[in-house]
């Protein structure tokens, strides 16, 4: 028997969709049906990693065709206000409406406390914090005026929003900045059946911290603080992105979701 799609006929966007956290989204959410509008920053590199997206979508779904079909490129820095309106409209245009937006895309660049500089803390705070705003904002004006109104906005916090790190003060409050932002668009945006929830993933191994959960011993020693005895992979975050924007959560808004295997529960 088939599993049921949850998303079918759902449009939906993100940011940063084509590597780790946002990648892993976007396949589960085609896998359930939805059709997705994925922004990346526009470098060639990310340009590539957007065919790979296409190719294994298409594996999972039957062709790259049909996934050619179901998948839109929207490439640009989401720092930008003009790249959250463009990928709405870019969604809007393809499939007349949008009912779903995750704001994903963030950078890290681990630093010593005294190290980072001005350009760092900028260049940190104007993707994860400014562009999330940014780009919810895009997806809210639409969502609240398209007919009926109404969508799921997700933002991808992390557990670093709940505590700190010695190599990440340029980091953390970004995350926590997202969870807040997430929180009140909830209190803002509900008047307009928007609902705004939070992903915050726990220890997930991607491009980001591979060096690190690459070496046995500091991947013991994270595996070791974590109940559930394992650290995270980009696919654990799918299943509760696809219930955040299926109508299962249709009364979910203003939540934040750790999927972190237990360990922030753990850390005392």
Known sequence: MASPKLLQGKIMAITGGVTGIGKAIV??????????????????????????????????????????????????DVSDPETGKKLVQG??????????FVSNAGICEFKDFLDITPQLWSSTVNTNLTGAFNTIH??????????????????????SALVGGSQQAHYTPTKAGVLSLIQSCACALGQYNIRCNALL?????????????????????MEGRIPLGRTGV??????????????????????QLLVDGGLFVNLQ
């Open 27 to 76: 396949l589960g959410y085609i896998s359930h049906g939805a059709n997705v509008a994925v922004n990346h920053l526009g470098d060639p590199r990310s340009s590539e990693q957007y065919q790979a997206l296409l190719a294994e979508a298409g594996k999972d779904i039957g062709s790259k065709d049909e996934a050619a079909a179901r998948l839109l490129e929207v490439p640009g």
């Open 91 to 100: 969604a809007v245009s393809r499939w007349g409406k949008l009912d779903v």
């Open 138 to 159: 895009a997806a809210a004006t639409q969502m609240s005026a398209q007919s009926p109104p109404g969508g799921s906005i997700i933002g991808i916090s992390s557990i």
């Open 201 to 221: 993933p726990g220890t997930i191994k991607t491009q980001l911290n591979e060096k690190d959960l690459d070496d046995d011993e500091k991947r013991k020693y």
């Open 234 to 255: 980009t696919k654990d975050l799918a299943g509760p992105a696809v219930f955040l924007g299926s109508e299962l959560s249709e009364y979910v808004t203003g939540a």
